[in-house]
T-cell receptor, first 112, second 113 residues
């Protein structure tokens, strides 16, 4: 069974701080996606990374795909209260089944 | 484009009953997936439908079933409800991207008493 473990599970920080969320697996994924989910809503796609070692930036958010395509990280610079939410990584298995395996989630609270 | 819509948004049922949830994908999207989200288990894949055929299935009992219509709208059915079925049920549509990127609806919050 392919699993994606995220750490930390919970994170409460002050506005302006930096943070990093990790997404780890022992399996190789053909691509990896990051989503953010706010209370009462479904997850919203933030980014897709495809190539090992790839780095993508979305304003204050930096996403990196591990060289071996087994792990990923999300770094937020100068967090703001609007960044509050549940962050989910999702690995694409590829091949015949081509499923998305979602990570365990990181709940981020940014205090003003 | 309108987003993914799900109805109803909230539902309360009792054990043993059955329930049907509905999902309308983004116009032009032919793939619809269903997920169950709970605090303990996170987001778990139920099944995916594409062109009215089930293309993928997760590890859920046969009480969970679904179908897709010719207009790509999908329904999910849960029979003989159990307390543990209380969850947020999310529907997502995909437009055929190579990366299977999911566009989620707001979910249906099911409470089983």
């Amino acid at each position: 069974t392919q699993l994606l473990e995220q750490s930390p599970q919970f994170l409460s920080i002050q506005e302006g701080e930096n943070l990093t969320v990790y997404c780890n697996s022992s399996s190789v994924f053909s691509s990896l996606q990051w989503y953010r989910q706010e209370p009462g809503e479904g997850p919203v796609l933030l980014v897709t990374v495809v190539t090992g070692g790839e780095v993508k930036k979305l304003k204050r958010l930096t996403f990196q795909f591990g060289d071996a395509r087994k792990d990923s990280s999300l770094h937020i610079t100068a967090a703001q209260p609007g960044d509050t939410g549940l962050y989910l990584c999702a690995g694409q298995t590829g091949g015949a089944t081509n499923k998305l395996i979602f990570g365990t989630g990181t709940l981020l609270a940014v205090q003003p | 484009k309108a987003g993914v819509t799900q109805t109803p948004r909230y539902l309360i049922k009792t054990r043993g009953q059955q329930v049907t949830l509905s999902c309308s994908p983004i116009s032009g999207h032919r793939s619809v997936s269903w997920y169950q989200q709970t605090p303990g288990q996170g987001l778990q894949f139920l099944f995916e439908y594409f062109s009215e055929t089930q293309r993928n299935k997760g590890n859920f009992p046969g009480r969970f079933s679904g179908r897709q219509f010719s207009n790509s709208r999908s329904e999910m059915n849960v029979s003989t409800l159990e307390l543990g079925d209380s969850a947020l049920y999310l529907c997502a549509s995909s437009g055929g991207s190579s990366y299977n990127e999911q566009f989620f609806g707001p979910g249906t919050r099911l409470t089983v008493l």
